[in-house]
């Protein structure tokens, strides 16, 4: 019979090879460092505490293929935020309930994490349950689990033949309820814990909440919060520059086999904590990327504000400016240019000329059909 992590004796009392972590924690404090100092030079540096929370929340839904209203929770978040939006959108329960947690992590980071704030955030979580909803229902919100065997945890189609058991839970009750409280006094007392890495000490975190599983339902997003949280206390200021849940979204394959790998009793908590710190990584460099491309984007209209580009050029520099999805990874050619725009292919043509006459945009070699272009500020990348 397979054994799981959590029925080793003092699984808790984690060991990792520091050689293994040490180069990356540096380089990413040092990152961390960059990015607080370069926000501070962002044009739209106000913006960007208020983009980063939405984003996070939106990326935490979606690893759980959970779709939310985008409009709705940004003017959750602002109205909480003290931001002040031109056309707010209706708000939702569901959105007003994900505001409040967030907010709650990452303004109330000082305040123990206590159980009765778990349960709120729960109950936060859920307070949109339909209550005709008959599988919502099923769902003890705002309570721990109380089942007494081990709590599966699937992924994939309940109703297919897709689905998978990542791992097993421990048993719910008073047993759980020891196990919360055990890491609860672990989580209040590690922060103050001069000799833990405060990185390293959100991916445990992570790590040890995630295999409790202490709720029916909702104990990735949680989870999730909770790492917020712990990355609050380290710098308040840096967690609402960047958005790990984006990140993590984006390698969630990887994230489900590295947690599944590491659910066995004998594994190595060294390849969770690897894989989570290359992840925060991205979601670092994501964010300096967006930096970059901000301070690149005003600098460009500050250059060329003499010029008057017409309605379709600005739409396609903005695009190529954005830079930050890869649109373009070789260049815009007539074609992308007709799509984008939503011109004729002889308009495109003539507004492409416009714009090396104008020293906007560089050619790159080739001819005919193939030519592509790319804004001047960026010639060197292509070089």
Same mark, same amino acid.
């Not at 104990?219 to 308040?236: C, E, K, P, S």
């Given at each position: 019979?397979?054994?799981?992590?959590?029925?080793? %004796?003092?699984?808790?009392?984690?060991?990792?090879? #520091?050689?293994?972590?040490?180069?990356?924690?540096?380089?990413?404090?040092?990152?961390?460092?960059?990015?607080?100092?370069?926000?501070?030079?962002?044009? *739209?540096?106000?913006?960007?505490?208020?983009?980063?929370?939405?984003?996070?929340?939106?990326?935490?839904?979606?690893?759980? *293929?959970?779709?939310?209203?985008? /409009?709705?929770?940004?003017?959750?978040?602002? /109205? /909480?935020? @003290?931001?002040?939006?031109?056309?707010?959108?209706?708000?939702? *329960?569901?959105?007003?309930?994900?505001?409040?947690?967030?907010?709650?992590?990452?303004?109330?980071?000082?305040?123990?994490? &206590?159980?009765? !704030?778990?349960?709120? =955030?729960?109950?936060?979580?859920?307070?949109?349950?339909?209550?005709?909803?008959?599988?919502?229902?099923?769902?003890?919100?705002?309570?721990?689990? %109380?089942?007494?065997?081990?709590?599966?945890?699937? @992924?994939?189609?309940?109703?297919?033949?897709?689905?998978?058991?990542?791992?097993?839970?421990? #048993? @719910?009750?008073?047993?759980?309820?020891?196990?919360?409280?055990?890491?609860?006094?672990?989580?209040?007392?590690?922060?103050?814990?001069?000799?833990?890495?405060?990185?390293?000490?959100?991916?445990?975190?992570?790590?040890?909440?995630?295999?409790?599983?202490?709720? #029916?339902?909702?104990?990735? /997003?949680?989870? !999730?919060?909770?790492?917020?949280?712990?990355?609050?206390?380290? %710098?308040?200021?840096?967690?609402?520059?960047?958005?790990?849940?984006?990140?993590?979204?984006?390698?969630?394959?990887?994230?489900? *086999?590295?947690?599944?790998?590491?659910?066995?009793?004998?594994?190595?908590?060294?390849? =969770?904590?690897?894989?989570?710190?290359? &992840?925060?990584?991205?979601?670092?460099?994501?964010?300096?990327?967006?930096?970059?491309? &901000?301070?690149?984007?005003?600098?460009?209209?500050?250059?060329?504000?003499?010029?008057?580009?017409?309605?379709?050029?600005?739409?396609?520099?903005?695009?190529?400016?954005?830079?930050?999805?890869?649109?373009?990874?070789?260049?815009?050619?007539?074609?992308?240019?007709?799509?984008?725009?939503?011109v004729s292919k002889a308009t495109a043509t003539r507004h492409l000329a416009e714009l090396l006459k104008f020293d906007v945009l560089h050619?790159?070699?080739?001819? @005919?059909?193939?030519? !592509?272009?790319?804004?001047?500020? %960026?010639?060197?990348?292509?070089?």
């Amino acid at each position: 019979m397979k054994k799981w992590v959590w029925q080793k %004796d003092n699984w808790t009392q984690f060991k990792w090879d #520091e050689t293994r972590v040490t180069a990356k924690l540096r380089l990413i404090h040092k990152k961390i460092g960059q990015l607080v100092g370069e926000s501070k030079a962002s044009p *739209d540096a106000d913006a960007l505490p208020l983009d980063t929370l939405l984003t996070n929340l939106v990326a935490s839904s979606l690893i759980e *293929d959970e779709k939310l209203n985008v /409009r709705s929770l940004k003017s959750s978040l602002a /109205r /909480r935020l @003290g931001v002040t939006e031109e056309n707010p959108a209706p708000v939702q *329960d569901k959105t007003e309930g994900l505001a409040n947690i967030m907010i709650d992590a990452v303004s109330n980071h000082h305040a123990p994490l &206590t159980m009765q !704030r778990l349960l709120q =955030w729960h109950t936060w979580l859920f307070q949109s349950v339909d209550r005709f909803d008959y599988a919502a229902q099923k769902i003890a919100v705002g309570e721990i689990r %109380d089942n007494k065997a081990p709590m599966q945890v699937v @992924g994939g189609s309940t109703y297919g033949t897709t689905v998978k058991v990542y791992f097993e839970a421990p #048993e @719910g009750g008073e047993h759980l309820k020891g196990l919360m409280d055990e890491f609860l006094a672990w989580f209040n007392h590690s922060k103050d814990d001069e000799m833990l890495d405060p990185l390293l000490r959100a991916a445990l975190a992570h790590f040890w909440f995630i295999t409790l599983h202490p709720f #029916e339902d909702g104990n990735g /997003r949680i989870t !999730r919060v909770i790492t917020d949280l712990a990355l609050a206390q380290m %710098d308040h200021q840096s967690i609402r520059l960047y958005a790990m849940s984006v990140a993590i979204h984006e390698n969630r394959d990887s994230y489900y *086999d590295i947690l599944e790998k590491c659910q066995n009793n004998t594994y190595a908590i060294d390849e =969770w904590l690897v894989w989570f710190l290359n &992840t925060l990584e991205k979601s670092i460099d994501r964010s300096l990327l967006r930096l970059d491309r &901000t301070v690149t984007k005003a600098k460009f209209w500050s250059s060329y504000s003499h010029i008057e580009f017409n309605e379709a050029q600005n739409k396609v520099l903005n695009r190529l400016l954005n830079g930050e999805n890869n649109d373009f990874p070789q260049g815009i050619s007539a074609a992308k240019y007709q799509k984008v725009a939503g011109v004729s292919k002889a308009t495109a043509t003539r507004h492409l000329a416009e714009l090396l006459k104008f020293d906007v945009l560089h050619k790159l070699e080739g001819g @005919g059909r193939n030519t !592509r272009y790319v804004l001047k500020i %960026d010639k060197e990348k292509f070089a």
